[in-house]
């Protein structure tokens, strides 16, 4: 399902295809179902949209279909120093422009799929990872246009749908399996998945993913890191039990078993590894309000052919409550680590968690413990929220530094959103950046806008 070494014919094709089926089609409406626009993290299982109307033959079936579109502008301005060298970096001011069209497809005899591509059109006033401007900050959105998905479905069976090929897969909060939908170029998944409602107030996911679709884009093959950045090739079985029967909370249980191959395994920055937890989440009345809390724990060890032998925990508590203008969380996130090992989480949309500058996006050696407060609300049909981060590390308690996050987010209708966010890391003076190179001052800032049609 690579898109790698395109000719030109093919590269057209990924274009005029879709603007085909556009002029086919009866009826657009919005693609962009995971918009963090109150600044937190989708909850929910696998993504899997309504059910399609049956058509009667496949001809109808192929031209009764639905469109989707999108389009999204965003500048992000990046400035942070280089801690190695002393040498400040440039500042990043990526402006980056994002078209996304898709068509799927009406069900035939339980049969149904979906296309989507996404060209991505971006200045080169910063450091995409891809586009060789190693002299300015990073902001990861290449400027690429790519098969976003690609997949068959199969809705025949009683409560089961069944997916075969590129496609999105969102688990819980995304803490494990994410699309990253902040980046222009969302993250997707080469894989078969099934999804199961048949037993009451339960959805079973389960999958087998044979390729991850990072966010670096398949244009990353030419930076001299192979194929590492922009695909993560494995065969990985993922479990996710979801139960909603007890009114009060919902319960979690899940299994990752994640196994790379050599391709990713030759550059010793993706190791595999085998993840299991369970998760609670719900509210209790409090009067005229709402306690909120949420629990979780999972343990990691090394898996298959791992060479390094270790096991970590990851931990969450949080609480809050829902005084119905306003909304106020306390949480405490853990993610183990010895000095040596730490806890991984290659998969999620990390960008909602542990801070929106993004300093730990790779969990330092010594661990990382995230003790966070955060409050939203909305004014005038704005949202508006704030997030406080103390982060430090769980070998050795030694502080990283403390983050502020800021948002501001307006749904004008279903068609136009706009936005901006600020994020400021401030890293302790006596950080050890040995331990933790990405711990340094980082400011950032953006504006955004969408629209969908």
């Known amino acids: 399902m690579q898109l790698k070494n395109r000719t030109l014919a093919q590269q057209m094709s990924l274009i005029v295809t879709p603007l085909a089926l556009l002029a086919l089609a009866t009826e657009a409406y919005s693609a962009d179902y995971a918009d963090y626009a109150a600044g937190g993290s989708n909850v929910g299982g696998l993504y899997t949209p309504a059910p399609k109307p049956a058509a009667d033959t496949l001809t109808g079936a192929l031209t009764g279909g639905t469109v989707t579109a999108n389009l999204q502008a965003r500048y992000e301005n990046v400035d942070q120093p280089h801690p190695a060298s002393g040498a400040r970096l440039k500042e990043a001011n990526a402006g980056t422009l994002r078209l996304r069209l898709g068509y799927e497809t009406a069900e035939y005899m339980g049969f149904g799929g979906l296309v989507q591509i996404e060209h991505i059109s971006a200045n080169d006033a910063y450091n995409s990872r891809v586009n060789g401007r190693t002299n300015y900050s990073v902001v990861a959105d290449a400027n690429v246009t790519e098969l976003n998905q690609a997949y068959i479905s199969y809705s025949g069976l ?15 909060n995304d803490r494990w399996i994410g699309n990253v939908v902040w980046r222009q170029n969302h993250q997707t998944y080469d894989a078969f998945t099934a999804v199961n409602k048949s037993l009451p107030d339960t959805t079973i996911t389960a999958g087998m993913i044979t390729n991850v679709n990072r966010v670096f884009s398949d244009a990353s093959i030419d930076n001299g890191t192979g194929n590492f950045l922009g695909n993560h090739h494995m065969r990985s079985p993922i479990f996710n039990v979801n139960y909603k029967g007890l009114g009060f909370a919902e319960l979690v249980g899940y299994g990752y078993f994640l196994d790379y191959d050599q391709s990713a395994k030759a550059f010793g920055l993706a190791n595999s590894t085998k993840t299991i937890g369970g998760k609670i989440k719900g509210d209790a009345p409090m009067g005229d309000y709402k306690l909120l809390y949420s629990a979780e724990y999972a343990r990691q060890t090394d898996y298959k052919d791992n060479p390094i032998n270790f096991t970590a925990h990851y931990t969450l508590l949080e609480g809050g409550v829902d005084v119905k203008v306003a909304q106020f969380k306390l949480g405490y996130e853990l993610l183990s680590g010895n000095g040596k090992q730490s806890l991984s989480t290659p998969l999620a949309t990390l960008f ?15 661990g990382l413990r995230d003790v966070y407060v955060s409050a939203r609300t909305t004014v005038a049909g704005v949202v508006l929220g704030a997030d406080y981060h103390d982060f430090k590390a769980d070998h050795g308690g030694n502080k990283y530094g403390t983050e502020w996050d800021l948002i501001a987010t307006k749904q004008i209708n279903k068609t136009y959103s706009v936005g901006s966010r600020y994020a400021r890391f401030n890293a302790d003076n006596a950080v050890d950046h040995v331990n933790c190179a990405a711990c340094i001052d980082t400011n950032k800032f953006w504006v955004y806008g969408s629209m969908n049609f």
Do not use: E
């Open 158 to 172: 009683p409560q089961t749908r069944l997916k075969f090929g590129r496609q999105l897969i969102r688990l819980d």
């Open 352 to 366: 909602a968690f542990n801070g929106w500058a993004d300093v730990f996006l790779v969990t330092p050696k010594n």
